[in-house]
């Protein structure tokens, strides 16, 4: 009551009045709306993309040995395959843009506009992609090859100088597929009766949809025994090399536990990978100008190790045609025995010595050394000789090649065996030269 005449006097206060406000107004997408647009397929794809370049790259390429194998000629039956240019361009672009699955590829050729356009109207299947990715391995190894001598040609790289590196990519066998010696004969006698078992019930069977089934079956069985073989082969491989170590690394080999084999990619073998770990990877050896970042050769190996790694790239280098005076190599390579043949073949290797055990001056020459040692421990100790120091410093331009490497797919493999992976390094190789060859032309004309 006290508080009503105290302020009963007081003008009565109007309160603001809210603002209207209409209904929001937003532009939604709508879906069931019928219309038309008329455009060709080249019209969605601007002139200056890319996947031009690499179309008119593809068209310029000899691919007489991929027509010469097809079958299907005018009057003869049987349905027309995919150009091989087209397949060819579509695995490159693939490469370039990260993607190394036969079924994501095919995904993309159906919802992505670029590779829409390379396909242009052309139908595809994943079985179609990933035959044709792992059945040209001499062709691509061609392409590499005349790649690099047209860019010689050109004048655009020099093969005076050449770098080795190795990249380890992990395999696609698991860690737990691999089994010692005594598992793996187990496991070949379960398959082989298995084998024998669903043989026996698709004869005796007359349903014929069921006998399919047990076909297929019977199929599995038969490339599951043909994988545990393949892995007692590799398993005998794996016994004779370390027998062959024992003779110098008794102790060493005497702690190491016995070797495995796996049965799901029998040619990989487990390294030490760059973060520390463990896992079944490949040793993909790359050889490139390191000036120009253009690749040359490439091998794989299935050590865990570079070293003695140097003179078969060597190898493979003159087996092309090339004989470069300066090879590039980093510590892991360094072996006495391929320096000296190195220099019997007028080329000098290029690689920091390994820590002695006794802590001793690796450049200091030793008794046993031999002409072509003598003459690397001179060049590698001498700091005053600044060209020779520039020169060793273009080794850590080829770690391009190996970060381009990561970044375009080469992490983890979906292929198995040795041979499939030297054919996915192959089309990184033929896919990054084609990049090289992009960006040293754009660069010799605007020299020019």
């Not at 009503?4 to 107004?25: H, N, T």
């Not at 091998?299 to 190790?305: A, E, H, L, Q, V």
């Amino acid at each position: 009551m006290a508080d009503e005449q105290l302020f009963e006097d007081l003008p009565e206060q109007e309160r603001p009045q809210a603002e209207v406000r209409g209904a929001l107004r937003l532009r939604v997408p709508e879906r069931s709306q019928i219309g038309m647009q008329v455009a060709a397929l080249d019209d969605l794809i601007s002139e200056d993309h890319p996947v031009r370049s690499v179309w008119a790259f593809v068209e310029g390429l000899d691919l007489s040995a991929l027509h010469d194998v097809i079958k299907a000629r005018e009057g003869q039956p049987g349905h027309p395959p995919a150009a091989p240019e087209l397949m060819v361009a579509l695995w490159l672009w693939a490469t370039v843009d990260g993607v190394g699955s036969a079924r994501q590829l095919d995904r993309l050729c159906r919802d992505h506009l670029v590779y829409r356009w390379l396909c242009g109207g052309v139908s595809m299947n994943y079985h179609s992609l990933s035959s044709f990715r792992t059945a040209h391995m001499a062709v691509l190894e061609r392409l590499l090859t005349q790649g690099v001598a047209s860019m010689v040609q050109a004048g655009l790289v020099s093969l005076d100088t050449l770098a080795q590196d190795g990249l380890r990519v992990r395999a696609g066998a698991g860690t737990s597929s691999f089994r010692r010696r005594a598992r793996l004969d187990d496991l070949l006698i379960a398959a082989q009766t298995r084998v024998e078992r669903l043989r026996a019930e698709v004869e005796t069977d007359p349903a014929a949809g069921d006998r399919r089934q047990r076909a297929a079956k019977e199929r599995g069985a038969r490339e599951r025994e043909a994988r545990i073989v393949a892995a007692q082969q590799r398993m005998k491989e794996l016994e004779a090399e370390r027998e062959r170590r024992e003779k110098t690394n008794k102790k060493e080999v005497a702690k190491q536990k016995e070797p495995r084999a796996s049965t799901t990619d029998a040619d990989a073998r487990v390294m030490k990978m760059a973060d520390g770990g463990w896992r079944p990877a490949y040793n993909m050896q790359i050889i490139s100008t390191p000036e120009h970042q253009v690749i040359v050769a490439v091998n794989i190996d299935t050590s865990g190790s570079d070293r003695g790694l140097a003179r078969p790239g060597i190898e493979t280098v003159h087996a092309e045609g090339y004989e470069p005076s300066n090879y590039l190599v980093d510590g892991g390579f360094t072996k006495n025995d391929d320096i000296e043949w190195a220099h019997a073949k007028d080329i000098k290797m290029w690689c920091p010595p390994g820590q002695t055990r006794h802590g001793t001056d690796p450049y200091a020459p030793k008794r046993d050394d031999g002409v072509g040692v003598a003459d690397w421990r001179e060049r590698m100790k001498g700091e005053e000789d600044k060209k020779g120091e520039a020169l060793y410093r273009l080794r850590a331009e080829h770690e391009c090649i190996n970060a381009h490497a990561r970044r375009m797919g080469l992490r983890q493999l979906s292929l198995r065996g040795k041979m499939k992976a030297r054919i996915h390094l192959l089309w990184f190789a033929v896919a990054r030269n084609m990049m090289r060859f992009f960006a040293l032309s754009a660069q010799a004309r605007a020299a020019a």
